[in-house]
């Protein structure tokens, strides 16, 4: 029986009250995030490991509402990072219609530097690298049977919030480039007080790079091929797909993802919309978030269903509307068009996160398709199988004949459509380096903002130009 790796925030939760977090304690309002302080106890191997486990939740997030009655962010995985990225490269394929303002400002690209969840997402990341720095500075107290799978599951979990952070708050990687634009501060020690060690520059894209393909590496090596419910060599071997994907580094984007193909155990789910809404996780999941709808007084964890959605009793008032530029994409009997519904507000919707409570698919087997078929058709080469035969195979999972030829933009055409609403659509267009509803790839305006509060109280932060 297949056991499929996810982020467990209910047991999470519980580890998540050993550790001193930003809901809690005033002195976030004093401190820079990225060098938080934790009041953690960790003097055995049990309490390592749940603090471990904390690390997870964080990265999860929770929905929450803010007193003034806005979202406060910091979701990470739990849905801004999707969302983030879906609405500020929505291209004319979706539109905000909601009456939240500073969701509204990302959609329209027209952030202020003290901008809500472009500050509570960065505070959030940073204090999951702290929580997570503090792990591995205690390693060696953990029981030697459990030692190399803690250790990469921190590292892991260390290389993917310095990934997202450096895609949002960054210009973008530039292929063959020496990519010294500033990237984002690369915290590898625990931090337990505030001096002038803390006070952090911000690395180059470059250095954040080599330090988040580092950390993955490791953790690939580490850990075990299955490991419960939590992260797995697979997981890792995934994310450096993404990763080397971003980079332009087509030969180590094929090989990252081929070694999930083939190694993994993972299968596509026999129909497409079988991926999605599900209270556990579909056999195709190599990396996802365990929702749990107890926390909120009986509402869901994570923002998608809540923006996305516009059905009786599920979601807001109709914020994410499906436009005909998106829908003009898929071919006449394209299974993946039945997810897409008429909300009760009378507009399209699409149906991937329709379902409270249930778990956000963060990396699925059918993007290692995708990539190692882009990877090796610009690359030349044929690792693992033919792009022709791995374009096939998604489009054969929704009911499309074969193509006996292949393009380019065939292939882009189909992540397009497969991973549509999942997180990845700014970050394509910026690594493929096209424009963004008339801005170019690298604009000012598609970075999001150091949180002002951070250079308030770090002077050797520098902001992003436009803020």
Not at 155 to 165: C, D, Y
């Amino acid at each position: 029986m297949k056991t499929i790796n996810k982020i467990n925030i209910r047991s999470g939760f519980m580890a998540l009250m050993l550790v001193t977090l930003w809901a809690c304690d005033g002195k976030l309002d004093i401190e820079p995030q990225q060098s938080i302080s934790t009041d953690v106890a960790l003097n055995s191997s049990e309490n390592v490991i749940n603090v471990l486990i904390g690390s997870y939740s964080e990265a999860g997030g929770q929905f929450g509402i803010a007193s003034d009655g806005r979202p406060e962010g910091g979701e990470l995985y739990g849905g801004d990072f999707n969302l983030f990225s879906e609405l500020m490269g929505s291209d004319g394929e979706i539109t905000w219609n909601g009456s939240f303002d500073t969701y509204e400002d990302i959609f329209d690209r027209d952030m202020i530097s003290n901008h809500l969840l472009a500050r509570n997402n960065w505070m959030r990341a940073y204090n999951s690298i702290n929580i997570i720095n503090n792990v591995i500075a205690n390693i060696d107290i953990v029981d030697q049977a459990l030692k190399d799978q803690a250790l990469g599951e921190a590292l892991f979990m260390r290389g993917v919030m310095h990934f997202e952070l450096v895609r949002f708050y960054a210009l973008p990687y530039e292929p063959g480039g020496a990519n010294l634009q500033v990237g984002v501060p690369i915290v590898t020690s625990a931090t337990d007080a505030i001096d002038e060690s803390t006070q952090l520059s911000r690395a180059t894209v470059a250095e954040v790079y080599t330090q988040v393909i580092a950390d993955l590496t490791d953790a690939e090596s580490l850990m075990n091929s299955r490991n419960g419910s939590f992260a797995n060599r697979h997981a890792a071997a995934a994310m450096l797909s993404r990763v080397y994907l971003q980079q332009g580094d087509y030969a180590a984007a094929a090989d990252a993802a081929n070694r999930v193909i083939d190694q993994g155990g993972y299968t596509l789910v026999p129909d497409y919309a079988s991926a999605f809404n599900n209270a556990a996780n579909s056999i195709e999941d190599i990396f996802a978030v365990q929702q749990n709808t107890t926390f909120n007084a009986g509402t869901s964890n994570s923002g998608l269903p809540t923006f996305y959605a516009n059905l009786v009793g599920v979601g807001r008032d109709g914020d994410i509307d499906v436009l005909p530029a998106h829908l003009d994409l898929y071919e006449a009997g394209d299974a993946r068009l039945d997810l897409f519904y008429t909300g009760i507000d009378g507009l399209p919707k699409t149906g991937k996160w329709a379902v409270d409570g249930a778990n956000i698919p963060v990396v699925r087997l059918a993007e290692m398709y995708l990539t190692r078929a882009e990877a090796n058709f610009r690359a030349g080469t044929a690792v693992g199988a033919d792009p022709l035969d791995d374009i096939n195979l998604i489009r054969g999972r929704v009911g499309l004949t074969a193509l006996a030829v292949l393009t380019l933009d065939d292939i882009m055409v189909e992540r397009r459509k497969e991973l549509a609403f999942e997180g990845q659509r700014l970050h394509d267009l910026k690594r493929t380096q096209q424009t963004v509803s008339g801005s170019p790839y690298n604009a000012d305006e598609l970075v999001f903002p150091i949180p002002q509060r951070e250079i308030d109280v770090n002077s050797n932060l520098e902001q992003n130009p436009g803020y």
